[in-house]
């Protein structure tokens, strides 16, 4: 079985400038989450989609973040402008969903460098 | 809140030594997952406890979750080099909020 796959792997910008991260989890997971984790903390959650619906975002910094779902299978998510505090890993999992299997398969992440 | 705080941060033990993280809710848990994650690695899910008073074992993991649903903990005994990682406990029901997890090194 294939895993969530995130791309690109490593990415270094400079402040202000923009970047786009993309996940493709396991087929068949519904839902979808973006985490950032930044070096010593636990994973943050950003945002969560169910399908290609918003479950959660109250913790994406929506000026400057953005994040899609489109057709309820892949996901971009989005920083523009990049601040030099966005320096993390940003982690992509999927799973079956609430009521049905919670257990979360991660990507192998993005580690972004805004310098 | 929702958060959900860990205990220790860090432990360095002996290999052979046992090894137990906590992890502490001010509210009741619906559930609680334990994850580990490798140096330089990825979270892995390890086990989802539900049940109150629940216990799990997995060869020299047990896993705990107190009476009241507001506690869990994770013990390993016998440390190996290979259990060498971040632990985390996670909240669940409906979206996953991590803890700040206990970061476990070996001495060989």
């Known amino acids: 079985e294939a895993g969530v796959a995130q791309s690109p792997r490593y990415k270094i910008i400079e402040k202000r400038q923009s970047v786009a991260f993309w996940c493709n989890p396991i087929s068949g997971h519904a839902t979808l989450y973006w985490y950032q984790q930044i070096l010593g903390q636990g994973p943050k959650l950003l945002i969560q989609f169910q399908n290609n619906g918003v479950v959660d975002d109250s913790q994406l910094p929506k000026d400057r973040f953005s994040a899609e779902r489109l057709k309820g299978v892949d996901s971009t998510l989005k920083i523009q402008p990049a601040k030099l505090e966005d320096s993390a890993v940003y982690l992509c999992a999927s799973s079956l969903g609430f009521e049905v299997d919670e257990k979360l398969f991660f990507g192998s992440g993005t580690q972004l460098s805004v310098l | 809140g929702q958060q959900v705080m860990q205990i220790p941060q860090y432990q360095h033990v002996q290999e052979g030594e046992d090894f137990t993280t906590y992890c502490n809710s001010s509210t009741t848990l619906s559930n609680i997952q334990w994850y580990k994650q490798r140096p330089g690695g990825h979270p892995v899910f390890l086990i989802q406890?539900?049940?109150?008073?629940e216990v799990k074992k997995q060869k020299r993991l047990t896993f705990q979750f107190g009476e009241a649903k507001k506690n869990s903990s994770l013990h390993i005994t016998a440390t190996q080099t290979t259990d060498v990682g971040t632990y985390f406990c996670a909240r669940g029901a409906s979206k996953i909020i991590f803890g700040s997890g206990t970061r476990l090194s070996i001495r060989p």
């Open positions: 406890l539900v049940k109150s008073g």
